[in-house]
């Protein structure tokens, strides 16, 4: 497929790390998208159009549609997940950077796929906004919880990709595993992360952040972002 066929729509918020990983990705491939915005911290995602959308209520969704107002089914359908989204761009346009090891290295394949998963499945979700606010509302201390998750995720992503590292997460080529973690990154410095014991984890992240994709894709530079949060 190509992206002449095919419109493609990414719902997104500046600060939703799940999103910056599908801007980055989309950056990183070349791949064409038009954003409609979806203030999170308005609750703009539990609105009755968006959870129509996304029943799951969270960004990123990208919607896919044909071009010229076609009508086939296969080029009409909507992600609602990021991992999945970055797949499909895998998948769909195999002819753009590819951000997964090849098909003859399985093992690196894994790999990457294991350091995404950590971010995905044990980072990010237990430290969602929604969740932060019920450790919040029972209670808890959200800025302790988040700097515990995070820290403890971030230990574990440093020890899994400390063996395989390069320039990069794995290796010296860029994938899927720098994509997600870029972002998450970010959001745990905001939480006192200190990256001084994460030393692979720090010195991919200084690379990476420099690259004019990743730059493109991150919080500050984002439509939505508002003017008087770049600075801090
Ligand atoms: N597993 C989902 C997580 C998506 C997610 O949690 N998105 C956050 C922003 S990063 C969100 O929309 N939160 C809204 C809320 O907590 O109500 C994915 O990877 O797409």
């Known amino acids: 497929m190509s992206f002449d066929n095919v419109e493609l729509q990414l719902y997104t918020f500046f600060r939703s790390t799940s999103t910056a990983r599908v801007r980055t990705a989309a950056r990183l491939k070349g791949i064409p998208l038009s954003f409609v915005i979806v203030n999170v911290r308005k609750n703009d995602q539990f609105g009755e159009e968006f959870s129509r959308l996304n029943p799951n209520r969270t960004v990123p969704v990208l919607t896919v549609s044909p071009k010229n107002g076609g009508s086939r089914e296969d080029l009409n359908f909507s992600i609602k997940q990021s991992v999945p989204i970055l797949e499909y761009f895998e998948e769909a ?5 590819p951000l997964l090891p090849p098909q003859t290295d399985l093992r690196g394949r894994a790999h990457v796929r294991d350091l995404v998963n950590v ?20 209670g808890g201390n959200l800025e302790a919880w988040a700097f ?8 574990a992503f440093e020890k899994m990709a400390k ?14 595993a ?8 970010e ?3 905001r939480y006192g992360v200190d990256l ?4 692979t984890v720090k010195r991919v992240f200084e ?7 990743f730059k493109a894709a991150d919080w500050r530079h984002q439509e939505d972002t508002p003017a008087e949060e770049v600075h801090l």
């Open 196 to 199: 001084e014991k994460l030393p």
């Open 93 to 97: 346009f195999p002819n753009t950077t």
């Open 148 to 155: 515990k998750i995070m820290g403890e995720g971030l230990l």
């Open 119 to 138: 971010v995905a499945c044990d980072i990010q979700p237990p430290t969602n906004r929604r969740i932060l606010l019920s450790v919040q509302d029972l």
């Open 178 to 185: 720098d994509v997600v973690l870029a972002p998450a990154v």
């Open 207 to 213: 690379t990476i952040r420099e690259l004019d994709e």
């Open 187 to 189: 959001n745990a410095v």
């Open 163 to 176: 063996p395989l590292a390069g320039k990069y997460s794995y290796g010296d080529h860029l994938t899927l």
